[in-house]
């Protein structure tokens, strides 16, 4: 039968104050681990600009438009510029973004380009209270850079379709979808950016030019 002894008070003490200081270091080591900061610099942010010259053969238009947020895939509904290096993928550059969700980008600068081409008073987005004879619904398909397989440089790809409804009928009476598809000249962000803003400065102004001179705005 085994015989049970004491433990000497000296021991025991010991063995507290042992247990007692490694939970003290590791209830320290967990709040160290956890009080890390992490230094991260911010985003660096990058906006593109409306467009702001046209043909002087433009009509004069006095309906009044309204300019719908775009709709889009949900990978292009975020501030975050997206790159394709394959047909089935996206993703994004790192450590950029735009300045707003690329819908709200796009429809922001729309509305600018019909004001820059001072053809027409009444325009604005559909959200605010604007009796609109027409609305412009917009759809962002394709909004980011696109690698080609070997390629040092990509390819901008912006492509928006547009639909001109008729209010308060709501009925399309025209739909048009406007591409453009620029080369970078090189890999660096600055020309990433400044292909983007070409291609999207053409497709906005194509859009504009082809909603002023639809027929249903002259009557």
């Known amino acids: 039968m085994p015989i049970s002894r004491p433990i000497p008070p000296v021991l025991a003490r010991r063995s507290l104050l042992l ?13 160290g681990c956890s009080a890390l900061p992490i230094n991260r610099p911010p985003p660096q942010l990058y906006t593109l600009s409306p467009k702001s010259v046209f043909p002087a053969d433009l009509p004069v238009v006095s309906r009044q438009l309204g300019v719908d947020r775009p709709s889009s895939p949900a990978g292009l509904a975020t501030t975050r510029i997206a790159v394709a290096r394959g ?3 996206i993703d994004y550059y790192a450590g950029v973004q735009w300045i707003d969700d ?4 796009v429809q922001r600068l729309l509305i600018e380009s019909f004001e820059n081409s001072k053809r027409i008073v009444g325009v604005g987005p559909e959200s605010v209270a604007l009796r609109s004879d027409f609305v412009l619904r917009i ?9 080609a397989e070997g390629a040092e440089a990509p390819t901008i790809n912006v ?6 409804v008729r209010m308060p009928q709501r009925h399309i009476i025209a739909s048009a979808t406007m591409e453009r598809l620029m080369p970078s000249r090189d890999n660096r962000m600055g020309s990433i950016v400044e292909t983007f803003d070409e291609a999207l400065g053409k497709v906005l102004r194509d859009i504009v030019v082809w909603t002023l001179t639809n027929p249903a705005l002259q009557g």
């Open 19 to 31: 247990g007692s200081a490694a939970m003290v270091l590791g209830a320290g080591a967990l709040g």
């Open 87 to 89: 047909p089935y993928t």
């Open 102 to 105: 690329a819908p709200n980008m």
């Open 139 to 147: 759809e962002l398909r394709e909004f980011q850079a696109e690698y």
């Open 159 to 164: 492509r928006i379709n547009a639909k001109l």
